[in-house]
Nanobody, 120 residues
């Protein structure tokens, strides 16, 4: 199983970016997909996540500005980031909790990071 993230880049404050995360490989079910970020000198933090049922959670710092969505047919998640701020600058990591078989074992997978830089 692999997670391929894309869509990072450099944007001015107030701008928008859209990240994508595609899951490939042998997957029975994807329970949760989400995004974390890690800024220089800081710990990795949860940005947002969405369950298969559509339940979402957001960090308070991004509520109202970021939106997660999923295309279950494509095993892909998206992160629409609007009204970006310099403090959103970080490496963003895609994450997924995946069942690779009909058993109840759930594995945690990470994509490669994608850099998001917001200039002031």
């Amino acid at each position: 199983v692999q997670l391929q993230a894309s869509g990072g880049g450099l944007v001015q404050a107030g701008g928008s970016l859209r990240l994508s995360c595609a899951v490939s490989g042998s997957v029975f079910a994807i329970n949760v997909m989400g995004w974390y970020r890690q800024a220089p000198g800081k710990q990795r933090e949860l940005v947002t996540a969405m369950s298969t049922a559509g339940t979402t959670t957001y960090a308070s710092s991004v509520k109202g500005r970021f939106t997660i969505s999923r295309d279950t047919a494509k095993n892909t998640a998206y992160l629409q980031m609007n009204s970006l701020r310099p403090e959103d600058t970080a490496v963003y990591y895609c994450n997924a909790l995946i069942r690779r078989s009909s058993s109840y074992n759930i594995d945690n997978f990470w994509g490669q990071g994608t850099q998001v830089t917001v200039s002031s």
